[in-house]
């Protein structure tokens, strides 16, 4: 792993942990998981997390770097933060790279626009993009 993905993979470790820390994970129990149009499998209950997030574009640059830009609705009732991961593979599905975007204090209904991104393998020709988790948290104590 080259220094860039050192780096990416440390932003995503300390956001991932900044947001466990700032409030209680929101948390419903359905009978089984549930597939979301992010293709994220969900055991979030009614308004499960991944059904908050889409990617409405994907695209990656002459410099290797790949970007997902996201769209988010918080569909709870309560304030939340939001931590999301996405997953950039080449034509053959190979994962390449991998990037996290972080919302915070979202207030129910509320929307926010977000990028995800991370310089990938280089010589990659194009990527897809997928929204790999979605961990939303209360943003209330």
């Known amino acids: 792993m080259g220094c860039l993905g050192a780096v990416a993979l440390l932003v995503v470790i300390i956001v991932v942990i900044a947001l466990a820390v700032s409030g209680s994970h ?26 908050d997030v ?17 769209h988010i609705v918080n569909h709870s009732s309560k304030s939340s933060n939001y931590a999301i991961s996405v997953e950039f593979t080449d034509p053959n599905g190979t994962r390449v790279g991998e990037g996290a975007a972080a919302q915070n204090n979202l207030a129910p209904g509320e929307k926010a626009e977000d990028t995800a991104g991370t310089f990938v393998v280089e010589g990659t020709s194009r990527v897809t993009c997928k929204v790999t988790s979605v961990d939303r948290y209360s943003a209330v104590g």
């Open 54 to 70: 889409s990617i409405t574009s994907c695209s990656l640059d002459s410099t290797s770097f790949a970007q997902a830009r996201l």
């Open 26 to 51: 929101d948390k419903k129990t359905p009978p089984a998981p549930t597939a979301t149009n992010s293709g994220v499998q969900s055991t979030g209950g009614a308004h499960p997390p991944a059904a």
